[in-house]
């Protein structure tokens, strides 16, 4: 976050941002050419006649690569600005001579965290900025080894919707995991053995789907907007493909709201089953108490120690109190069966 007052567009590395690495792609429809730890000059290079070049650039640690590639490809700056703050929400943004897209895709290396994605579309070029390295691209690099493919004779945009529908794809794996996590959390909370469920993993997991809701909500909007074909830069033949975006937004969004609920419902069933237990108890020790009543008073009556008490110099006496103590408790735990209390 660049500091308060600083001019628009100012560019300020992110706090323990990864080193910066530039990886690019160039491919027409008869050859790929794919080169990792490249300069500038590199991809300028490869920036020939019939070339469509995908730079991707991970870790915002040194902001002189990226100033030169807003250089290069004429980006306005408010949107690179945008790129390495990392702080902002999906969006879609037109300026002109090239796209702006900034979504949060589900970290590979770590499912349970997101990173943002800044992806750049122009007539002849996409650029992609990503916190960290490893994502969730490895098929869409695939594609564009692959000759027999279709990826290389397309054009940029084509491979715009190819990441971005990856992005998209990624969090189905994570949602599937919780959903397996959900339903051994219910099992153990129900299980009578398991008295005391991992509440810690289901407050986890719900914060999980919170962290997930927060990253993914906006990504409704951004379907949207390039599903009214408010981009100039998606061509006709792609947009059929960017309705299929939208719909997965749709289908995550509606499981990570079932499944918010299913936590939520998860967590009052431990809640209601623990105070159910604890009434359980309660009822139990209340039996033992209410027995042990009319039996403390009988020992009470029998420890004043008065005088006139014939039985206690009896020979019965002592057997005659016990044996009604103990019918008074027998009595007492038929008549608590009968009523259901036990």
């Given at each position: 976050?660049?500091?308060?007052?600083?001019?628009?567009?100012?560019?300020?590395?992110?706090?323990?941002?990864?080193?910066?690495?530039?990886?690019?792609?160039?491919?027409?429809a008869r050859a790929v050419i794919e080169k990792a730890g490249v300069g500038i000059d590199d991809i300028a290079a490869l920036r020939t006649d019939g070339n469509i070049v995908w730079v991707d650039c991970t870790g915002f640690r040194d902001m002189?690569?990226?100033?030169?590639?807003?250089e290069m490809f004429a980006?306005?700056?408010?949107?690179?600005?945008?790129?390495?703050?990392?702080?902002?929400?999906?969006?879609?943004?037109?300026?002109?001579?090239?796209?702006?897209?900034?979504?949060?895709?589900?970290?590979?290396e770590n499912p349970t965290e997101t990173e943002q994605l800044g992806l750049f579309l122009g007539p002849d070029f996409v650029l992609t900025f990503q916190e960290r390295a490893g994502d969730n691209f490895r098929l869409v690099r695939n594609r564009l080894l692959d000759a027999q493919g279709q990826m290389r004779k397309r054009g940029g945009d084509s491979l715009a919707y190819a990441l971005i529908d990856a992005a998209v794809d990624g969090y189905?794996?994570?949602?599937?995991?919780?959903?397996?996590?959900?339903?051994?959390?219910?099992?153990?909370?129900?299980?009578?053995?398991?008295?005391?469920?991992?509440?810690?993993?289901l407050h986890a997991t719900r914060r999980c789907l919170l962290d997930l809701r927060r990253a993914a909500w906006p990504l409704r909007e951004v379907a949207s907007a390039l599903v009214r074909g408010e981009s100039p830069?998606?061509?006709?033949?792609?947009?059929?493909?960017?309705?299929?975006?939208?719909d997965h937004?749709?289908?995550?969004?509606?499981?990570?709201?079932?499944?918010?609920?299913?936590?939520?419902?998860?967590?009052?069933?431990?809640?209601?089953?623990?105070?159910?237990?604890?009434?359980?108890?309660?009822?139990?020790?209340t039996i033992i108490a209410t027995i042990f009543i009319p039996l403390t008073f009988i020992v009470g009556?029998?420890?004043?120690?008065?005088?006139?008490?014939?039985?206690?110099?009896q020979w019965w006496g002592y057997p005659a109190v016990l044996l009604l103590m103990v019918t008074i408790a027998a009595v007492m735990l038929r008549w608590f069966r009968r009523r259901g209390w036990l």
């Open positions: 976050m660049p500091p308060a007052g600083s001019s628009p567009g100012t560019l300020a590395a992110p706090a323990e941002a990864s080193p910066t690495v530039l990886s690019v792609t160039a491919y027409n002189e690569p990226i100033r030169a590639l807003g980006l306005h700056r408010l949107a690179l600005a945008d790129v390495v703050n990392l702080q902002q929400r999906a969006k879609y943004e037109d300026y002109g001579e090239h796209a702006f897209l900034l979504l949060r895709m589900v970290d590979a189905f794996p994570v949602l599937e995991s919780i959903d397996d996590r959900l339903g051994e959390l219910e099992g153990a909370i129900l299980s009578a053995q398991q008295r005391t469920p991992a509440i810690a993993d830069h998606f061509s006709g033949d792609v947009r059929p493909y960017l309705r299929d975006v939208h937004v749709v289908q995550l969004l509606d499981l990570l709201e079932n499944y918010r609920e299913l936590s939520s419902s998860l967590l009052d069933l431990h809640l209601s089953l623990v105070n159910h237990r604890l009434n359980e108890v309660m009822k139990v020790l009556v029998y420890g004043m120690n008065f005088e006139c008490m014939p039985e206690t110099k």
